[in-house]
């Protein structure tokens, strides 16, 4: 039995123009960075993660399994919008991406998760092992192609603070993933310990992509940290629409199970927020059904049932939009230009009302 919160939703925003803009542009830095000439059973496993092949190495049928390459398409608007060369972040945009799909091999084996962008995993078809390695590679093959903006005319000296900017910010992320994964045997998580959580594990990564486009562009160190900040609040919004979605999406439109979230025990924002806010009978249950190795229907029903009567999917359209607001606050003192001005506005909004 699903939520009727879902059945509910209005149809969400078209996904921004500025994702068709640099979608060349991302796989051409992405082609530079990861091997093709020779299919070795690395790269096979690299090039199947990227949505590249399928798993027997052939050309991938469709591109639904790229994902929306988000993280590069920020740095690549945060270096257009004001006015930078966009070659020169071509590397560095190619490095984002990559790192961010390390992450998600690991993630994908610590969650255990079976499929991701309409496939099946890594792990899934080839071990843990050899998934653990296939991260490893593109950890370190990210980094090198953040090294190479120095051969795209990218100052030495720019160069080495974007890669250290992409650096700080995921092992930020890593520390969230840890974090993420200690919430796992706790009960007494507040929304605060969410928030740091989210703002390490996905905020991080964004914050980064804006920054580092803006630093290849500007010498304005305001207009940096402006970005910044704008995508600290943009990752806090993009983060809480994502747990919504887990709990009340339309499965045909995210690709996930529904109910997958709350089978797992995972403190996504609802959790969180009905673990913080139950009392009496309702937070008895949710502590003897979160203290179960395995959740049946009529458990997944009773925790829906509790976040629905204590309003979590309200709170959590709130707390999104409120983080939408402040990310666009955060570029008002920001001189851009209308075309880019009217992109952030669609960004903002398509992050906050997204379907998928």
């Known amino acids: 039995m699903a939520s009727q919160t879902s059945n509910n939703m209005p149809p969400g925003p078209p996904l921004p123009d500025m994702f068709a803009r640099y979608t060349d542009l991302v796989r051409e830095g992405l082609a530079a960075a990861v091997p093709h000439a020779e299919l070795t059973d690395l790269n096979a496993l690299l090039q199947y993660h990227l949505g590249w092949t399928d798993q027997e190495g052939n050309p991938a049928a469709s591109g639904a399994s790229q994902g929306k390459a988000l993280r590069p398409t920020l740095c690549m608007f945060a270096c257009e919008a004001l006015e930078g060369d966009l070659s020169r972040a071509l590397s560095a945009a190619a490095s984002i991406e990559l790192i961010h799909n390390f992450s998600l091999i690991h993630d994908d084996i610590q969650d255990q998760d079976l499929e991701r962008r309409h496939q099946p995993t890594v792990w899934a078809l080839w071990g843990q092992p050899r998934a653990l390695v296939a991260g490893d590679a593109l950890q370190t093959v990210g980094d090198l192609a953040m090294l190479r903006s120095a051969s795209l005319g990218v100052p030495l000296e720019t ?198």
């Not at 007494?188 to 703002?199: F, G, P, R, V």
Request: charged share 30%.
């Open 159 to 356: 160069t080495m603070r974007v890669s250290a900017i992409l650096t700080q910010a995921y092992l930020e992320m890593i520390e969230g993933q840890c974090r993420d994964l200690s919430f796992e045997s706790q009960t007494t998580i507040t929304t605060e310990d969410y928030l740091h959580m989210i703002a390490c594990k996905t905020g991080a990564l964004i914050r980064s992509s804006m920054e580092i486009g803006a630093v290849l562009a500007t010498e304005d160190e305001d207009v940096a940290r402006a970005f910044a900040t704008f995508g600290s609040y943009l990752g806090r919004a993009f983060q809480i629409r994502d747990d919504y979605l887990g709990v009340w999406g339309d499965e045909s439109a995210t690709g996930k199970s529904s109910d997958n979230d709350i089978r797992r025990r995972k403190k996504s924002f609802p959790a969180v927020f009905a673990l913080e806010r139950a009392s009496g009978t309702a937070r008895d249950d949710l502590l003897r059904i979160y203290s179960q190795e395995e959740l049946d229907d009529s458990d997944v029903d009773r925790v829906m049932a509790i976040m629905d009567e204590l309003g979590a999917p309200q709170y959590a359209e709130r707390l999104t939009q409120e983080s939408a607001r402040r990310a666009t606050m955060a570029l008002e003192d920001v001189t851009l230009p209308a075309w880019a001005r009217g992109e952030v506005d669609q960004l903002v909004d398509f992050l906050a009302n997204r379907q998928f």
